[in-house]
């Protein structure tokens, strides 16, 4: 596999901890793990007290899974598998999905290996740009973009780098677009729970049995660290595949990383209220 340098964090790598203010980070001011374990509730904290550290299970904590299932309506534990961070479930679920002959449509601009990993692999890719006057997605040119062989539809909304976010109608129809021609619907999802002026959207995984979202701790609830990311979906032959993957790259996720997350998730109410704090402060003080 032959894969171009990923620029924006050669970038971070060269600038993030070298300079007194980042300023173009996009995850929220983290937590302190004092903070994080004062949020804990009894069986979360009794679960870091007593935890050994071992290996853990490949597709995640049963009771993580639990949790980060509840916010997607209609899916459960079985229908969640965990990684190392969003990065890692990028990078399998594209290799599940496609071959070399396949073909790839992806909203653009977004996150590097959105469209990177799928080229590595050999499959062709289109790219379908937002309007830079509005970065408003023209979902007739989606439809227009597919073939026969496409495989995967891959969307970032709330979107990164550009805020911009879809509509209900244009959500659905990207759905409909991908059911009918047999492909998945890839929905980057890590920015949801910052929306502040648009209205938040359901899940992809929630909307088509085929679909699958993109979720992590980094974003909203501001614990990049931890590396704990997550796809949903309805999709069990798919979430077979990755899995089968997953043992090539990182087995499973950290012990502390996992009860850490589930502590967050358990009191997200919290957790989301001060990212929103956060953000709606910041956005005063950027203009």
């Given amino acids: 596999m032959q894969i171009e340098d990923f620029a924006l964090e050669r970038y971070f790598a060269r600038w993030e901890f070298a300079v007194r203010h980042v300023l173009c980070a996009s995850d929220v001011e983290p937590y302190s793990l004092a903070e994080l374990l004062e949020l804990a509730d009894d069986d979360a904290r009794a ?75 050999g499959a062709s890719v289109t790219i379908v740009p937002l309007n830079p006057r509005d970065w408003s997605l023209d979902v007739d040119a989606v439809a227009a973009a597919m073939r026969p062989n496409t495989r995967v539809v ?39 729970f910052l929306e502040h002026s648009a209205p938040q959207l359901p899940t992809a995984a929630e909307g088509s049995a085929s679909a699958i979202s993109l979720g992590v701790m980094s974003k909203p609830f501001a614990l990049a660290g931890l590396r704990l990311g997550w796809i949903a979906t309805r999709d069990r032959d798919l979430l077979s595949r990755v899995a089968r993957l997953k043992d090539y790259t990182t087995i499973c996720s950290a012990a502390p990383s996992e009860i850490l997350a589930l502590i967050a998730l358990r009191a997200r109410d919290r957790v989301l209220e001060r990212t929103r704090a956060i953000v709606q402060d910041n956005l005063v003080v950027l203009d």
Avoid: K
């Fill in 47 to 121: 679960r870091w007290d007593s935890m050994r550290l071992g290996y853990t299970e490949s597709l995640g904590h049963p009771a993580l899974r639990e949790e980060i299932a509840a916010l997607y309506p209609g899916l459960g534990s079985d229908d969640v598998m965990t990684f190392a961070g969003a990065e890692e479930a990028v990078f399998l679920c594209m290799h599940a999905l496609l071959g070399a002959s396949d073909h790839a449509v992806v909203v653009w601009p977004a996150y590097q290996s959105l469209h990177a990993v799928a080229r590595s692999i």
């Fill in 154 to 192: 891959v969307i970032n909304f709330p979107n990164n780098p550009t805020g911009a976010h879809l509509d209900r109608d244009q959500f659905a129809r990207l759905l409909t677009i991908t059911e009918l021609h047999g492909a998945h619907l890839f929905s980057d999802e890590v920015y949801r």
